[in-house]
Each structure stands twice: as structure tokens, then as C-alpha cells.
């Protein structure tokens, strides 16, 4: 595997792991929101039903006292019309639902037969009625029928406002888990995955781009026996093959110069009393010279390959930097996505406030019906007063009145009722206002998890211009083995300029013999040398 995907892989494979535990969190919560309003419409729905019912069922009551009181038919069909009215409404509501809503279907099925079966004992209390004009004795026979009728709807509306709380207290645990344990599991993941990435990163690139460097540094100040080993088949070890290679080479170059250096003084020795054997001994060191110079500039070739190599690390270094830019720039992205996904929590937050305002608004009304509701029962006190100075002529006027000041009352208490409703609404949408804003708070946090993920990128990339500044000096360390290679040239040259001079002396064949055995071992040396000597190379000579 290269350095590339070395580099680029644990990036991605992190990146995508975060965005993945953000995109989930998102739709959670989505779906979370969606289902909220789902029951919340639904629960104000059936309460609203509920209390259609009840409204409806007192009316089609008074209808039933106004039968007694005034005993006229228009009454008993408004009565009978209130009573199908009650049915119609209780089976349209009853198509409308699904096998999901089974509980609820039961209670309305419970409110249909006990409301239905109210109207054959109305209806034989009326025909009575028509027969004994008996208000008493008709009032003795429905008796107590209406308000149990009454208790069980209210009952059923208590049911449905549990249902409701239980609802809510659902969707509140579920919103604790959305809100807390998915963020704190994304923040965990990010951790770990950014500290695996870091480790990754530096125990198969940094550190031993770092020793590759270090090793490389000490080969150049002359260490040839520095042992050197790269665990990975990539482009650092290609690198740490070639070094390894170089160094080969340099050693046995300085073995073989140290062996002809002996040779050479040897041969300087005996040219003190042989002098005649110089003259071949010179002849023959030309063509070495000759052969020596070919090979030097295939040691300047070599040496340009070594900065064409170090080039290309250089190159796959800058890569990696480029890589390495493109994941800050996912990062930075991902920060921008955090960031509006605050932005669309804080809207949510502003709807749920002004659904609680709603409700404070619906507060104020039921008030100002209570507040009727306490004046009519004064209105009717009056007129029972009234009726009561009236005597007998006032008796059924105080009948009315009395039936007045309950319907005045029950209107109190419905009011009471629909008022602790819309308390228990309001206290709900307050627990959801704080709940989205705890996780404002949790999302915020998750932002800045995603710039220190940015700051840790930064420092690779600090990391990568430090690797780039290694190669340069690899690079300048090369150029100073080609100068050492000019330097051997210039040494050649004064060489065969000494050769020259010394020609005129040569005049024995020992001299002659061991100069042509040093410059035959000197030739062999050069042939097997490919690689860049070090200043110390030039010491030996």
C-alpha cells in the first residue's frame, strides 16, 4: 500500500463514520419531531371530540327539561335531534379510525351504547309525560340517567388526556435518548477514531519516514556499518532499499580504495630506488586515469539519480499534503453542517414556544367563559328570587331558573376541566422547549468536536511540511556527493599531471611492475564503484 492511500483511507474511513452517526442522529430526531406532532394533533383531536360529546349531550338534556317545562313537540324532536346528532357524530369518528387506534374504538363504542341506550327510557319517560302532565313523577323516571351519562363521558375524556400524558412521556424518553446517549456515542466514536487515525499515521509514516531520515544522515557523516530496515512495501521503502544499495556500494568503494592505497605507497616507495620502472608504470596509469574518468561520470550519473529519487519523495510528500487539504476541507464542511443543524433545532424550539403561546391563548378564553358562566348563575339566582316572590304563578319560572343555575355550574366545571387540560399542554410544550434546548447545547458541543478534528488535521499537515523539509536536505546531501565527484575529477587530473612529470624518471621495470599491478587493482575498484563517496572517501587517498 502506498503513502497516498495510507494517508487517505483512515481520513475517509473516520470522515464517513462521523457523518454517519451525525446523518442518524439528524433523522432520529426528524422522525422524532414528526411523530410528536402526529400525537399531539391526534390527542387535541380526540379531547376536542370528547368534548363535542359532552357539549351535545347537555344540550340534548336541556331539550329534555325544556319537553317538561314548556311541553311542546318542537322540544322533544330538538331532543331527539340532538340524540341522532350525538350517534351520527360517534360513528363518523368510528369509520375514520383504525384497527391502530383498537383502544380508543372501544371507548367510543362504550359511549355509543351507553348514550343509545338513554333513548327508549327518554322516550318512555315522555310518553308517560303525555299521559299524567306529571312533571314530578317524569323527572322521577329519567332520573340520575343523564349525569351518569355525564360522569362516563367525562371519564372517557380523563381516559383519552392519559392516553395523551402517556403519549407524551413516550416521546420525551425517547427524545432523552436521541438527545444524550446518540450524541455522547458519536463523541466517543470521533475520539477514538481520530486517535487511532493519529497513531496510525505516525507508527507507519512518521516514524519511520523520521529514523529512514536519521539513518540516512548518519550513512552521509561516514556510519557505513549503521544496520537499516523498513517494514513496509511502499514508497519509503523503495527509498530505503536504494539507501541501503548506496551504502553497499560506498563500503566496499572505501575497502578496495583502503586495499589500493597500500599498493600505491608501496609502489611510491619503490619508485625512491627504482626510478626507471616508472615510465611504464606511468603509460599505464594514463589509461587508468583514462578508465577512472569514465567511471567518476557514472558516479555524477548515480548521484543524479539520487535527487531524482529524492524528487520523487518530494513529490509524493507534497501529494500527501494535498490529500491532506482536501480532508480539512471535508472537515470544515462537516462544521458548517453542525452549524445549521443548530440553526433547525433553535426554529424548533421557536415553533414549540409558540405552541405553548397558542395554548396560554385558549387559557384566556376558557376565563372569559367562566366568567359568563359565574354571571348567568347570578342571573339565575335572581330569577329564582324572583319566581319566589311570584309564588305559584313564578313556579315554573323557578323551575327554568334552577335549571339555568345547574347548566351554569356544569359550565364551571367543564371550564375547570378544559383549563387543566391546556395547564397540562402548556407544562408539556415547556418540557420540550427545555429538552430542544439541552440539545442545542449537545449539538454545539459536537461543532466543537469537529474543530479540534480540524486542529489535529492542521498538525498533520505541520507534520507534512517537516517530512518535505527531511527530503530537501536528502536533496542537498546529494548535491554535495556530486561535488565530492567534481572534487575526485580535479584529483584525477592532478594525477595524471604528476604521471607526466614522473615519466623522465622512470627507469626500473620493479617500479614499473608494481605500478601496473596498483593501477590494475586501482581499475577493478572503479569499476565496481556505482554509488557517491562521502568526504571521508577522499581522506583515504
Not at 302 to 318: G, P, Y
Not at 329 to 348: G, R, Y
Not at 396 to 411: C, I, N, P, Q
Not at 527 to 534: F, I, Q, T, Y
Request: hydrophobic letters at 40%; charged letters at 20%.
Amino acid at each position: 500500500m502506498n503513502i497516498r492511500y495510507k494517508v487517505t483511507l483512515p481520513v475517509v474511513c473516520a470522515m464517513t463514520l462521523i457523518l454517519t452517526c451525525s446523518i442518524f442522529s439528524i433523522v432520529r430526531l426528524e422522525l422524532l419531531i414528526h411523530q410528536y406532532q402526529e400525537l399531539f394533533q391526534q390527542d387535541i383531536h380526540r379531547l376536542n371530540h370528547i368534548a363535542s360529546l359532552e357539549s351535545e349531550f347537555k344540550s340534548q338534556v336541556q331539550a329534555w327539561k325544556n319537553v317538561l317545562i314548556r311541553n311542546e313537540e318542537k322540544y322533544w324532536q330538538q331532543f331527539e335531534t340532538h340524540h341522532s346528532t350525538i350517534q351520527k357524530n360517534i360513528k363518523n369518528s368510528l369509520n375514520q379510525l383504525t384497527q391502530v387506534d383498537a383502544e380508543y374504538i372501544s371507548l367510543l363504542t362504550q359511549v355509543k351504547n351507553k348514550h343509545n341506550a338513554l333513548l327508549p327510557k327518554y322516550l318512555t319517560a315522555y310518553q308517560a309525560f303525555n299521559a299524567t302532565q306529571s312533571i314530578v313523577n317524569t323527572d322521577k323516571m329519567v332520573r340520575g340517567i343523564d349525569r351518569d351519562m355525564a360522569n362516563f363521558l367525562k371519564e372517557t375524556r380523563v381516559d383519552v388526556q392519559t392516553a395523551s400524558n402517556q403519549h407524551l412521556a413516550a416521546i420525551n424518553a425517547q427524545q432523552t435518548l436521541v438527545m444524550t446517549v446518540y450524541p455522547i456515542i458519536a463523541l466517543i466514536i470521533s475520539l477514538v477514531v481520530i486517535v487511532v487515525m493519529l497513531q496510525l499515521l505516525k507508527r507507519t509514516i512518521i516514524l519511520p519516514l523520521r529514523a529512514l531520515i536519521a539513518n540516512t544522515v548518519l550513512i552521509a557523516q561516514g556510519k557505513y556499518d549503521l544496520p537499516m530496515s523498513y517494514p513496509y512495501q511502499d514508497e519509503l521503502g523503495d527509498l530505503s532499499n536504494a539507501i541501503v544499495d548506496i551504502k553497499t556500494h560506498i563500503v566496499e568503494a572505501v575497502s578496495n580504495i583502503t586495499v589500493v592505497k597500500g599498493e600505491v605507497e608501496e609502489a611510491f616507495s619503490e619508485i625512491d630506488n627504482v626510478s626507471e620502472q616508472i615510465t611504464q608504470g606511468s603509460n599505464d596509469q594514463e589509461r587508468c586515469s583514462a578508465d577512472m574518468e569514465k567511471t567518476i561520470a557514472g558516479l555524477a550519473d548515480i548521484a543524479e539519480q539520487l535527487q531524482q529519487h529524492s524528487q520523487m519523495a518530494l513529490n509524493s510528500t507534497n501529494t500527501v499534503t494535498n490529500q491532506a487539504t482536501q480532508c480539512t476541507d471535508i472537515v470544515d464542511n462537516s462544521a458548517n453542517s453542525m452549524k445549521i443543524l443548530v440553526t433547525e433545532v433553535e426554529k424548533t424550539s421557536a415553533v414549540i414556544q409558540d405552541l405553548e403561546q397558542q395554548a396560554g391563548s385558549v387559557s384566556s378564553v376558557l376565563d372569559v367563559i367562566s366568567s359568563i358562566a359565574e354571571q348567568t348563575n347570578l342571573l339565575a339566582l335572581n330569577a329564582a328570587i324572583e319566581a319566589a316572590r311570584a309564588g305559584e304563578a313564578g313556579r315554573g319560572f323557578a323551575v327554568v331558573a334552577d335549571e339555568v343555575r345547574s347548566l351554569a355550574s356544569k359550565t364551571q366545571q367543564s371550564t375547570l376541566s378544559i383549563t387543566s387540560v391546556i395547564n397540562n399542554l402548556q407544562s408539556a410544550a415547556q418540557n420540550a422547549v427545555s429538552a430542544m434546548q439541552e440539545e442545542i447545547s449537545i449539538t454545539t458541543k459536537n461543532a466543537e468536536q469537529t474543530t479540534l478534528a480540524q486542529q489535529s488535521l492542521k498538525e498533520i499537515m505541520q507534520e507534512m511540511v517537516q517530512m518535505t523539509q527531511l527530503n530537501n536536505q536528502v536533496a542537498h546531501a546529494a548535491e554535495q556527493q556530486s561535488n565530492i565527484t567534481e572534487s575526485l575529477q580535479q584529483t584525477l587530473l592532478q594525477l595524471q599531471s604528476i604521471s607526466n612529470n614522473y615519466k623522465a624518471l622512470a627507469q626500473s621495470d620493479k617500479v614499473s611492475k608494481t605500478v601496473a599491478n596498483a593501477n590494475h587493482d586501482l581499475n577493478v575498484m572503479v569499476e565496481k564503484l556505482r554509488g557517491n563517496l562521502s568526504h571521508q572517501e577522499v581522506e583515504l587517498f
